[in-house]
């Protein structure tokens, strides 16, 4: 109604105007005639003249001369004509000269208001010029004032009957509607019992209503018995799992995606880029996004960081992505050791197997006929073959212990027997390097270990201390209980290691000095044994620079109980 009521005022206001307009100019056209032969025979002043036309169509009469001086106007006194400026220039009175009529609107600085103006020529005897009749536009603007007041009063008038008229239809017709509305909340709400379907229920809308809530129930059930098996079966795989929109936006992240990228629910960031800061995963979403599934593996940035090996695909409608990941460190770390290990072999066994291929060559080309020759040749063969027999001894032994078929009988034994034992075997290697190897075990010290394996790992501590351990050197063995462990140091002062070999040497054939290893006859074995054979009795190994020099190499067990 509203806008009917300003749509038709408008249009009512500007046909008015323009009727009002042209009516105007036809009365004022129609006086400005009437005036003009009244000049013709009136011989009276002009300003007279002016002032008895004014008087008796209510309307300014000006009389202008052919130069542009005013003669009379009906609203000036004709003492005061001599000071009205010249109308030579005025469009009105311009047209008039050249037309034979001439009309303007404009606003009028001696009245105050906007005027109609509309001027003819004159001829009074002598004197010719232009006779303007002026009305202001009052009037007009006064019917356009009472037509928006008539239209405004209508407009409310209708839009009050429309709202009335509409809340009675409004009531009767959406009775139906409203029950439905009422039901539909209800079916909502989950509350019993439905609106049952009426006889006079056309064209059986609440009944309607009432199947497609149950069957929307049934869905939604289906639907949240579906999420949640999805939901178990995502939160129970290993394998990480990301999902994102279109816009890169994260839509899915399960919790082995969190654990593996180090992530919290709580983290920050709603976007891949934002919470997810790995180039190599963000280039493999933009090309599954545009398409085009594709395998890459990357390093997060966690500590320590992870190998992670992804595959991410499109969505079947093309609305995002989704990138499964898998955690191949462990697997990664085994081929790494896997290579390392073949490699090391192969190196280890080398060069024993050449040495006894060499000198056998030797001795068939003519070496054996000579004695003294010959005997040198089958020494280097021995010693190589005893090297030989020692690296496939280690090897056979870690073996065992990797694949846990290595007997570990644990008991209560008293650890300074063993020690002594132990310092007795490398005596005679000892004596050679005039190195003083000495125990500070106590008597009553007892541990909860296998007494094979604990004389086994004594034995390559002390024998690695000795053979690394300079000519004049001194050795320790010392024991000391700490709460519930029992913790044996092998203390030398030899050269020591450096702190960026430590971590590694209790790893299979990694060798500080590998010219100084090969010389005293190390297979690169011993250490690693050592570190197997520790923890399988429960215990721990390590290294520790010693004071002031040398390296003290350390093995924590189980004390055995009172």
Do not use: C
Not at 220 to 243: I, Q
Not at 540 to 553: C, D, K, M, N, R
């Amino acid at each position: 109604m509203l806008s009917v009521v300003l749509v038709a005022g408008g249009y009512l206001e500007g046909q008015i105007r323009e009727w009002a307009h042209g009516r105007a100019e036809a009365e004022l056209l129609a006086q400005a005639r009437v005036a003009r032969v009244a000049l013709a025979y009136d011989n009276a002043p002009a300003d007279a003249v002016a002032d008895q036309l004014g008087a008796a169509s209510g309307a300014r009469v000006t009389i202008i001369d052919a130069s542009g001086k005013v003669l009379g106007d009906s609203e000036i006194a004709a003492g005061e004509l001599g000071t009205v400026d010249s109308h030579s220039d005025r469009p009105e009175v311009i047209a008039a000269i050249a037309e034979g009529e001439g009309r303007a609107v404009r606003y009028s600085a001696t009245l105050g208001t906007d005027m109609m103006y509309i001027a003819v020529p004159f001829t009074a005897g002598a004197v010719t010029g232009t006779v303007r009749i002026a009305r202001p536009l009052e009037e007009m603007d006064a019917a356009v004032r009472r037509l928006r007041i008539a239209l405004g009063i209508a407009g409310l008038l209708s839009l009050a009957g429309a709202v009335v008229l509409s809340g009675l239809a409004s009531h009767f017709l959406a009775r139906t509607l409203r029950t439905l509305v009422e039901d539909t909340r209800r079916a909502v709400d989950g509350e019993e019992p439905r609106v049952p379907s009426e006889p006079n229920d056309e064209p059986g809308m609440i009944g309607s209503l009432n199947r497609m809530a149950a069957e929307l129930e049934t869905t939604v059930g289906m639907l949240a018995a579906e999420r949640s098996r999805f939901e178990a079966v995502l939160e129970s795989m290993d394998e990480g799992v990301v999902a994102v929109d279109q816009a890169q936006s994260l839509t899915l992240i399960n919790r082995a995606a969190l654990g593996l990228l180090s992530l919290s629910i709580e983290h920050g960031g709603s976007t891949l880029a934002e919470r997810i800061p790995i180039p190599a995963l963000h280039e493999l979403v933009q090309r599954a996004l545009a398409g085009q599934p594709e395998r890459r593996e990357f390093e997060t940035r966690t500590t320590p960081p992870r190998q992670v090996l992804a595959y991410a695909s499109p969505l079947r409608n093309q609305q995002g992505a989704v990138v499964v990941m898998h955690d191949v460190t462990e697997i990664r770390r085994l081929e790494r050791v896997r290579r390392d290990f073949v490699a090391n072999v192969s190196h280890e066994l080398r060069t024993p197997v050449s040495i006894i291929r060499a000198n056998a060559e030797t001795l068939l080309d003519g070496a054996i006929e000579k004695p003294e020759v010959a005997r040198r040749f089958l020494d280097a063969q021995l010693r190589s073959a005893d090297r030989l027999a020692a690296l496939v001894a280690d090897l056979l032994e870690i073996s065992r212990i990797e694949a846990g078929t290595y007997e570990i009988s644990p008991d209560e034994i008293e650890l300074e027997p063993i020690v002594a034992h132990t310092i007795d075997e490398v005596e005679r290697l000892a004596q050679e390097k005039h190195i003083e190897v000495t125990s500070d075990v106590p008597e009553d010290m007892t541990v909860w270990a296998d007494e094979q394996a604990l004389e086994q790992v004594l034995l390559n501590l002390i024998d690695n201390a000795v053979k690394y351990t300079p000519a004049g050197g001194k050795i320790v063995v010392r024991a000391k209980k700490r709460d519930d462990m029992v913790r044996i140091e092998v203390e030398d002062n030899g050269p020591g290691i450096e702190a960026r070999h430590r971590a590694r040497v209790f790893e299979r054939f990694y060798r500080v000095d590998k010219g100084r290893s090969r010389e005293v006859g190390g297979t690169g074995l011993g250490l690693a044994i050592v570190k197997h054979l520790a923890e399988a009795m429960e215990g721990q190994v390590g290294v520790e620079p010693a004071e002031p020099q040398g390296s003290l190499f350390w093995l924590t067990l189980p004390a055995a109980t009172d």
